[in-house]
């Protein structure tokens, strides 16, 4: 049941809607033509991003302008996505939670996430945040893992701009902003979600 939620963009954000959970303004996007009334519209820059099969910045296309459009998708085709209005963001950070079939939760050290080339290429620990921050994160993860009634690791990303945390992307599974456990934890992610 989280698997279907998560491995659809759409779900997935309409889920966290659904919960009071902040995220980025997004909407459905069935064809190009529904792409250019957006962009016409709202007058802003969006990241397309496919609804399934993309990660690691795969299927992901920024569109500024009509030109974009024209220049990534020929004959109006495209494949169901998402368009999320572009946030600048202060920083990314993550929460690798686990949760047992008892409902009892552990969290591991909030992780400040940066990238090369849309893939993570390191992950801080812990993260340069408030501990008011910190505690919404972990807050807002417990609420996700609740509701989705997730046994396991769950990794959950989020956007951080002027104290607001956005929530950008749930990932029911160990997730890579996590492997830095298997080093500095006396329990590693792997090891957690086998207990879990």
């Not at 802003?44 to 990534?72: A, E």
């Not at 963001?89 to 849309?118: P, W, Y």
């Not at 408030?130 to 396991?152: D, M, P, R």
């Amino acid at each position: 049941e989280a698997l279907e939620i998560a491995q659809d963009r759409y779900l997935e954000k309409s889920f966290l809607k659904s919960l009071g959970i902040r995220t980025t303004p997004f909407y459905k996007i069935d064809n190009s033509f529904e792409l250019e009334l957006l962009l016409k519209q709202k007058k802003k820059q969006f990241i397309l991003k496919t609804r399934r099969f993309g990660y690691d910045g795969k299927g992901q296309v920024r569109i500024k302008n009509h030109s974009d459009i024209k220049r990534n998708f020929s004959q109006q085709l495209l494949p169901p996505s998402i368009a999320e209005e572009v946030l600048d963001f202060d920083k990314e950070i993550s929460i690798i939670l686990a949760r047992d079939t008892k409902g009892i939760m552990k969290v591991f050290e909030a992780a400040e996430n940066k990238h090369k080339d849309g893939i993570l290429f390191s992950s801080l620990v812990p993260a340069k945040i408030s501990k008011k921050t910190q505690k919404e994160a972990v807050s807002i993860s417990k609420k996700i893992a609740i509701n989705l009634n997730y046994i396991g690791v769950i990794g959950v990303e989020f956007f951080l701009k002027n104290e607001q945390l956005y929530v950008n992307e749930v990932a029911p599974r160990v997730h890579n902003s996590g492997h830095w456990t298997m080093d500095a934890s006396n329990i590693s992610q792997f090891e957690q979600h086998i207990r879990a």
